[in-house]
Nanobody
Framework: QVQLVESGGGLVQVGGSLRLSCTAS????????MGWYRQAPGKQREKVASITSRGRTNLADTVKGRFTISRDNAKNTVYLQMNSLKPEDTAVYYC?????????WGQGTQVTVSS
């Protein structure tokens, strides 16, 4: 059974930081490309950041310079370090694992940035 469990969300003030974690089980983590997505109320889910199985990263333009994605294959965990948070970063953040035709999602963690 595949599980992706996110943690680290919460309420933070504008300009603050949070680090999200997503720990996977039931997959060979090092084989999978990992990503973070977010969905704000009334909006479509959007990709925020991704990291390939080889460690190549990609960030959405809206978060470049503020967010960093990384992975620790020994811990089956992918991280999203979020700095200089803005109210528009408020959303539910989801972890995604994909490899070939397999794709899995976590349950999401709420991030709320208050002004």
């Amino acid at each position: 059974q595949v599980q992706l469990v996110e943690s680290g969300g919460g309420l933070v003030q504008v300009g603050g930081s949070l680090r999200l974690s997503c720990t996977a089980s039931g997959i060979i983590f090092s084989y999978y490309n990992m990503g973070w997505y977010r969905q704000a109320p009334g909006k479509q889910r959007e990709k925020v950041a991704s990291i390939t199985s080889r460690g190549r990263t990609n960030l959405a333009d809206t978060v470049k310079g503020r967010f960093t994605i990384s992975r620790d294959n020994a811990k089956n965990t992918v991280y999203l370090q979020m700095n200089s948070l803005k109210p528009e970063d408020t959303a539910v953040y989801y972890c995604n694992a994909n490899c070939m035709r397999d794709a899995y999602w976590g349950q999401g963690t709420q991030v709320t940035v208050s002004s």
